[in-house]
């Protein structure tokens, strides 16, 4: 039979262990609720999901005729034409909710803003889809060409589909991809092309294989910063990344190869994420970061998503442009050379694609 005082003493001893316990948890709390806060400030203007509203296509919603264009004569480095924005309400649309297709697919947006004096939204120079799924393991970059002439949902009009962004932010530009592509994307990431020069000098820069002639642009658009003349791989810095990733007249196909550009982009810093492994420097990384990005994306789900894809095993990285091979023409819409595709087929290959189903 135990004691009295034995009795106290052992409460006391579990209490203390408890406590030690509750502490070391707390402990270890720390770093991820700093981080799950410095997460939080790319929350700061996040566009918010609503619940989809029933949008009834107007006499607009049929292709209009678009003459067919030489391909040979057409210029793709010409912005939008400013005839086709005139009486288009500007407002800063919501994502409209949509049913998951895939539980093991997460697909997120991903925004390049060049944002210019005087302009609400600026223009969405870069909208990629990250498609990643987590059975797989593989995360797929599909670059959305900004000249397809696409139905811009809300707005009753056809236009190219950068202009979607111009005319209602991230919003409308998720909702017009939504919309035409059957897609389900509710998250977006955005980053300003200006910001594209910190976080690269943040990560240290990014290595990317590169022609001649685009080490010869980079080196006059970035001349304080020039590379050596050769083709291969090259350690580019933020200045050189930019202008990398703004190029468009190297390549003879305009937005082809700029987008493809791009995605090169994304690739190396999906390499550089694959090869750190340290959660200190994860941490300091994010806590660098935070002013360049918007996301809707929750601290949680970053920190999920990104333990996921950095620590969860082999991962394949795949990427390609929309519209597919065979389903596109060029076309002028009055004097705007744009992208004319096949809106049924695109859907249908991007979902191959993406799910492997059809």
């Known amino acids: 039979m135990k004691k009295r005082g034995e009795g106290k003493t052992a409460k006391k001893h579990a209490l203390r262990i408890i406590i030690i316990i509750l502490l070391v948890v707390v402990f270890l709390s ?22 989809k509203p029933e949008i009834s296509p107007g006499e607009t919603a049929t292709p209009p005729a678009l003459v067919k264009a030489d391909a040979d004569k057409v210029d793709t480095t010409k912005d939008f034409d400013p005839a086709l924005i005139d009486d288009i309400r500007m407002d800063d649309d919501s994502i409209f909710n949509e049913s998951r297709i895939d539980k093991d697919v997460v697909n997120i947006m991903l925004f390049g803003s060049d944002a210019r ?8 120079d870069t909208m990629m889809i990250l498609s990643y799924n987590r059975k797989l393991r593989t995360a797929k970059l599909v670059s959305l060409l900004r000249d397809t002439w696409i139905y811009i949902p809300d707005r009753d009009t056809w236009n190219r589909i950068n202009t ?24 977006y990431v955005k980053v300003d092309f200006e910001s594209l020069k910190e976080i690269v000098d943040t990560v240290g820069g990014i290595d990317v294989y590169l022609t001649e002639r685009e080490v010869e642009y980079i080196n006059n658009s970035a001349a304080n910063d020039a590379l050596p003349v050769k083709e291969g791989w090259q350690h580019l810095n933020g200045r050189q990344t930019l202008a990398n990733s703004r190029n468009r007249s190297i390549g003879g196909d305009g937005d082809w190869s700029r987008t493809r550009r791009q995605r090169d982009v994304m690739y190396a810093f999906f390499k550089k994420a694959k090869t750190e492994k340290s959660i200190a420097s994860l941490t300091a990384l994010v806590n660098n970061l935070t002013k360049y990005v918007e996301t809707n994306m929750s601290p949680m789900q970053m920190i999920d998503l990104a333990v996921d894809v950095v620590f969860g095993g082999d991962l394949t990285l795949e990427n390609r442009a929309l519209p597919f091979e065979g389903t596109w023409d060029y076309a002028w819409e009055g004097k705007m050379a744009v992208i004319h595709i096949d809106i049924a087929d695109n859907k249908r290959l991007l979902h191959e694609y993406l799910y492997g189903v059809q």
């Open 30 to 51: 720390i770093p991820l609720m700093i981080v799950c806060c410095k997460l939080g400030q790319m929350n700061k203007n996040a566009v918010s999901i609503v619940k």
């Open 117 to 124: 004096e005087g302009e609400r939204h600026g223009r969405s």
């Open 164 to 187: 979607a962004y111009f005319f209602g932010g991230v919003g409308l530009a998720i909702n017009t991809v939504n919309s035409n592509f059957g897609m389900d994307i509710q998250y």
